[in-house]
């Protein structure tokens, strides 16, 4: 196969599970307290938190689901070259 066109399988699926894990994170660890003085904490800000909490957790689950596809990416590219390798040997 040409350099153009080859791929790092296993780099790949190491930076895929970086970004798993990254996102495994963010949906672990809890979201700090809207900073603010004690007596600010009106009904605006708890819906600004929670705002905030749904748009982080929609951004961590697209990180977890690029990963995924990579995944998939990598597994479909690996079967592809497979395939081609089985159809030069049959020609052979």
Do not use: F, N, Q
């Amino acid at each position: 196969m040409t350099p153009d066109l080859e791929i790092d399988a296993e780099a790949a699926r190491r930076w895929a599970a970086a970004l798993r894990d990254a996102g495994g994170r963010l949906h672990a660890g809890p979201m700090p307290p809207a900073p603010g003085p004690r007596w600010s904490s009106t009904d605006s800000g708890t819906a600004a938190v929670a705002a905030a909490r749904r748009l982080l957790a929609a951004l961590t689950d697209d990180i977890v689901a690029t990963g995924h596809a990579v995944v998939t990416c990598v597994d479909d590219y690996e079967a592809a070259d497979d395939r081609a390798a089985g159809l030069l040997r049959r020609v052979r």
